[in-house]
């Protein structure tokens, strides 16, 4: 599949913002957060810009872009369109919140509210992953790793945004924390991170398993006439690359898979972990690691995702002669 | 709506006949020539006079050359054949197109109107429809947003994507000609089966077992494409008949006991021994 570097964008983005809030909501509802206005509205403001970003760009991707209200009519029957419905829903919780900001953390309202942000940005994450896992001519996304891989990877870019959120506002008043929490928090970060990390290898190695076996896919099943015997594409419709095999025939990423997933799996997860834990242990060095965290799950992911989409085959490119 | 609507009684599809198709490309041009004009046009195209001429066809022809289970070890195709569950050495009798050097087959693609597509279920906005009625698949031009959900979701490569329109364009099965009445009942058909000038394209009601159609599928074995997946197509191809499978024809319609060399004769018999043989 062609990588389409706006829906790159906006799932990386809104993955990472929905996840923040997620996190964020969750805390507010258990009543676990950090108290103050600005380590509220600090995260707020950051998930408003990532989800905001994120959805923005995913509109770069259409063809009538201004026509995009009509996405959120289809719910009943389309991933896509519950994704957009409950990414825009997520905003009212958040917007609440907001407004809350004066209240104190213990009340129902906030706690409430919170649990309905965290809940409706996890749902948002959800149905992003199942827009793409619903495809069945896409044997790459139909893996079960995913769905998981898409909330585990939203939750823990989202995670090392909190952090970072929290490092600025906490730097001056590490009081208000614990220290054996503050380590705790990091602490589950790094396993949030490293279960990330494991799903994504275990989906990249059944793409591989997947990839090896005889193509399902071949001309001969695609046309049927494999009962006749081995089919072959002589010629293509047409002199030039049409539509289908532009959008669909990608195939440089598979060639150069092996140093791309290294890139992707370092910076996305290795780095991040090592962060998390080397903070969790030497609290004076989260001034620096969080943000390095930061930008390097950011940029990782950036890359795993253009491996998402570059890596998986149609199976409509099997009607073609091999690029 | 994105649902779909309760299986219809009538089916509207097309039976392509792969046995007589000879890839001329006229149903193509034809489907092209009308669409751009018709009710769901026009069917654009990028940089049609430059170097990359590219564009939106609701049709498209491919060839494959098929070659045979049996001959040259017959292990290629038995791995192909055995990753779908099908022995194609075992159930090809002798007669079968498997006993000849090999077929090249030219095969027409186009929107197959499933009863049951992901495309239209997946699209967010209404625009991609199954109508009730006949069960042709359509898109609604005004609604739609292209964000090329359903051309992901189709196997079939049915849909094409206009870049210069912004919409997402597919086979209409010409609905603005099977029912326009003002044209000749005769030509209230698809633009592509009318040009077909070999009739190896066929129209009609799949959901009627009485119609033509669906007697031709059943007495040439027609079959959907991949029917594994789910989708269940309306569109039917009848496969290739048993070719003539060269020399080997006279040893088998001549008795064993009248064999002889016709490579004894003299020149002029034998070219008519040959084309007697035919």
């Given at each position: 599949m062609k990588p389409s570097f706006s829906v790159i964008v906006f799932t990386v983005l809104?993955?990472?913002?929905?996840?923040?809030?997620?996190?964020?909501?969750?805390?507010?509802?258990?009543?676990?957060?950090?108290?103050?206005?600005?380590?509220?509205?600090?995260?707020?403001?950051?998930?408003?810009?990532?989800?905001?970003?994120?959805?923005?760009?995913?509109?770069?991707?259409?063809?009538?872009?201004?026509?995009?209200w009509r996405g959120l009519t289809q719910w009943k029957s389309s991933w896509l369109s519950r994704?957009?419905?409950?990414?825009?829903?997520?905003?009212?919780?958040?917007?609440?919140?907001?407004?809350?900001?004066h209240l104190a953390r213990d009340t129902l309202a906030v706690r409430g509210t919170g649990l309905l942000l965290a809940m409706l940005a996890l749902a948002t994450i959800y149905c992003t992953a199942r827009i793409y896992s619903s495809l069945k001519p896409i044997d790459a996304w139909r893996l079960p790793q995913v769905v998981a891989g898409y909330l585990l990877l939203g939750l823990a870019s989202g995670a090392v945004w909190l952090w970072q959120c929290l490092s600025i506002n906490l730097r001056d008043r590490m009081d208000t924390i614990a220290p054996v929490t503050h380590a705790g928090w990091l602490t589950?970060?790094?396993?949030?991170?490293?279960?990330?990390?494991?799903?994504?290898?275990?989906?990249?190695?059944?793409?591989?398993?997947?990839?090896?076996?005889?193509?399902?896919?071949?001309?001969?099943?695609?046309?049927?006439?494999?009962?006749?015997?081995?089919?072959?594409?002589?010629?293509?419709?047409?002199?030039?690359?049409?539509?289908?095999?532009?959008?669909?025939?990608?195939?440089?990423?598979?060639?150069?898979?092996?140093?791309?997933?290294?890139?992707?799996?370092?910076a996305s997860f290795v780095l991040p972990l090592f962060a998390a834990g080397v903070a969790a242990l030497v609290p004076a060095a989260e001034a620096w690691l969080a943000p390095l965290a930061l930008l390097s799950v950011m940029g990782g992911l950036f890359m795993e995702r253009w491996l998402f989409f570059a890596e998986a085959r149609h199976r409509v490119a099997a009607y073609f002669p091999a690029a | 709506m994105t649902a779909l609507p309760p299986p219809a009684k009538v089916k509207l599809g097309l039976v392509i006949d792969l046995d007589i198709c000879v890839g001329c490309h006229a149903c193509a041009v034809a489907c092209k020539e009308w669409n751009d004009g018709g009710d769901f046009g026009p069917l654009l195209d990028d940089d049609p006079y430059g170097a990359e001429p590219h564009g939106v066809w609701f049709n498209r022809v491919h060839s494959y050359a098929v070659e045979p289970a049996l001959g040259i070890g017959n292990t290629g195709c038995e791995k192909a054949s055995a990753a779908r569950g099908i022995n194609a050495s075992a159930s090809a009798p002798a007669d079968s197109p498997t006993s000849n050097p090999g077929l090249t087959v030219h095969f027409p693609r186009s929107c197959l109107h499933c009863e049951t597509p992901d495309c239209v279920t997946v699209c967010p906005t209404g625009a991609s429809y199954k109508r009730a009625e006949d069960g042709i698949v359509l898109v609604d031009a005004d609604k739609c947003i292209g964000c090329q959900l359903c051309a992901w979701a189709c196997p079939y490569g049915a849909r094409e994507f206009s870049a210069k329109r912004g919409t997402m364009q597919k086979c209409t099965l010409c609905v603005d000609r099977i029912y326009n009445e003002t044209l000749d009942e005769a030509d209230r058909q698809p633009a592509c089966v009318m040009a077909c000038p070999t009739r190896a394209r066929h129209f009609g009601d799949l959901g009627d077992p009485a119609s033509a159609v669906s007697q031709q599928v059943a007495a040439r074995?027609?079959?959907?494409?991949?029917?594994?997946?789910?989708?269940?197509?309306?569109?039917?191809?009848?496969?290739?008949?048993?070719r003539r499978a060269g020399t080997a024809v006279a040893a088998v319609t001549a008795p064993a006991d009248e064999a002889f060399d016709a490579n004894q004769l003299p020149t002029p018999l034998r070219w008519l021994d040959r084309l007697l043989s035919r």
């Amino acid at each position: 599949m062609k990588p389409s570097f706006s829906v790159i964008v906006f799932t990386v983005l809104a993955g990472a913002g929905y996840g923040l809030w997620a996190w964020l909501g969750l805390a507010l509802g258990m009543g676990v957060y950090a108290t103050g206005i600005s380590a509220l509205m600090l995260p707020l403001a950051v998930g408003f810009v990532l989800a905001g970003a994120g959805l923005l760009a995913s509109t770069a991707h259409l063809g009538k872009p201004w026509r995009a209200w009509r996405g959120l009519t289809q719910w009943k029957s389309s991933w896509l369109s519950r994704e957009a419905v409950l990414a825009l829903a997520s905003f009212v919780p958040a917007l609440m919140l907001a407004a809350m900001r004066h209240l104190a953390r213990d009340t129902l309202a906030v706690r409430g509210t919170g649990l309905l942000l965290a809940m409706l940005a996890l749902a948002t994450i959800y149905c992003t992953a199942r827009i793409y896992s619903s495809l069945k001519p896409i044997d790459a996304w139909r893996l079960p790793q995913v769905v998981a891989g898409y909330l585990l990877l939203g939750l823990a870019s989202g995670a090392v945004w909190l952090w970072q959120c929290l490092s600025i506002n906490l730097r001056d008043r590490m009081d208000t924390i614990a220290p054996v929490t503050h380590a705790g928090w990091l602490t589950g970060l790094a396993l949030l991170v490293l279960l990330a990390g494991l799903v994504k290898r275990s989906y990249w190695r059944q793409l591989d398993a997947i990839n090896a076996r005889p193509a399902v896919a071949d001309a001969g099943a695609a046309t049927g006439l494999d009962r006749f015997g081995v089919v072959r594409p002589l010629e293509a419709p047409a002199s030039e690359p049409a539509y289908l095999m532009r959008e669909m025939g990608y195939v440089l990423a598979r060639r150069h898979r092996q140093p791309l997933r290294r890139l992707a799996m370092t910076a996305s997860f290795v780095l991040p972990l090592f962060a998390a834990g080397v903070a969790a242990l030497v609290p004076a060095a989260e001034a620096w690691l969080a943000p390095l965290a930061l930008l390097s799950v950011m940029g990782g992911l950036f890359m795993e995702r253009w491996l998402f989409f570059a890596e998986a085959r149609h199976r409509v490119a099997a009607y073609f002669p091999a690029a | 709506m994105t649902a779909l609507p309760p299986p219809a009684k009538v089916k509207l599809g097309l039976v392509i006949d792969l046995d007589i198709c000879v890839g001329c490309h006229a149903c193509a041009v034809a489907c092209k020539e009308w669409n751009d004009g018709g009710d769901f046009g026009p069917l654009l195209d990028d940089d049609p006079y430059g170097a990359e001429p590219h564009g939106v066809w609701f049709n498209r022809v491919h060839s494959y050359a098929v070659e045979p289970a049996l001959g040259i070890g017959n292990t290629g195709c038995e791995k192909a054949s055995a990753a779908r569950g099908i022995n194609a050495s075992a159930s090809a009798p002798a007669d079968s197109p498997t006993s000849n050097p090999g077929l090249t087959v030219h095969f027409p693609r186009s929107c197959l109107h499933c009863e049951t597509p992901d495309c239209v279920t997946v699209c967010p906005t209404g625009a991609s429809y199954k109508r009730a009625e006949d069960g042709i698949v359509l898109v609604d031009a005004d609604k739609c947003i292209g964000c090329q959900l359903c051309a992901w979701a189709c196997p079939y490569g049915a849909r094409e994507f206009s870049a210069k329109r912004g919409t997402m364009q597919k086979c209409t099965l010409c609905v603005d000609r099977i029912y326009n009445e003002t044209l000749d009942e005769a030509d209230r058909q698809p633009a592509c089966v009318m040009a077909c000038p070999t009739r190896a394209r066929h129209f009609g009601d799949l959901g009627d077992p009485a119609s033509a159609v669906s007697q031709q599928v059943a007495a040439r074995g027609g079959y959907a494409l991949e029917p594994e997946l789910g989708y269940q197509p309306v569109n039917r191809y009848l496969p290739p008949r048993p070719r003539r499978a060269g020399t080997a024809v006279a040893a088998v319609t001549a008795p064993a006991d009248e064999a002889f060399d016709a490579n004894q004769l003299p020149t002029p018999l034998r070219w008519l021994d040959r084309l007697l043989s035919r």
